[in-house]
């Protein structure tokens, strides 16, 4: 899972960060009003998650409003106070980057990751790894 900031995970291979393809993450809640878990130092504000709520909600209800959608492609995205570059946003799924670093957002039943991967990291293996954590929290119910 997650490193958790109130209780750290001393086994980081059980940890999305400790997984190598990612540096810093967060769980929040389906409707962005909570962070579950976090890494240290990722601070995220309340109006970049609710802003990735929207975002996932139009892109999920293809026959809705999509200007959340279209306003992140041309405009980006904001992440921890970063303004990120949006590549692709399908389904439940956005990936953006802010030149070689990237984020990846999953949204399960539940919550959304919210990853980050740095320039040494590889793009595609941090978007498997948090897709594959997000296919893990759906089959479990979360």
């Known amino acids: 899972m997650l490193q958790n900031t109130s209780t750290p995970v001393t086994n980081r ?3 999305l960060v400790g997984s190598g ?3 810093q993450a967060a769980i ?6 909570s962070v579950w878990a976090a ?5 995220t504000q309340p109006a970049e998650l609710k802003n990735i709520v929207t975002i996932l ?3 999920e209800n293809e026959k809705g409003d999509q200007s959340a959608v279209a306003t992140a492609q041309a405009e980006g995205i904001h992440v921890a106070g970063e303004r990120y570059v ?3 946003i399908d389904g ?3 990936y953006a980057r802010k030149g070689r670093t990237g984020i990846c957002i999953a949204k399960t039943k539940q919550a959304f990751i919210l990853a980050h991967h740095a320039e ?3 793009a595609g293996n941090a978007s498997s790894t948090t897709e594959a954590l997000a296919d893990y929290l759906i089959k479990v119910g979360y």
């Open 120 to 122: 040494t990291q590889v």
């Open 13 to 15: 291979e059980n940890s």
């Open 21 to 23: 393809h990612i540096d």
């Open 28 to 33: 929040v809640s389906a409707a962005g009003d």
């Open 39 to 43: 890494s240290p130092g990722f601070a």
């Open 57 to 59: 909600a139009a892109a």
């Open 86 to 88: 949006v590549a692709r």
């Open 92 to 94: 439940r799924s956005i």
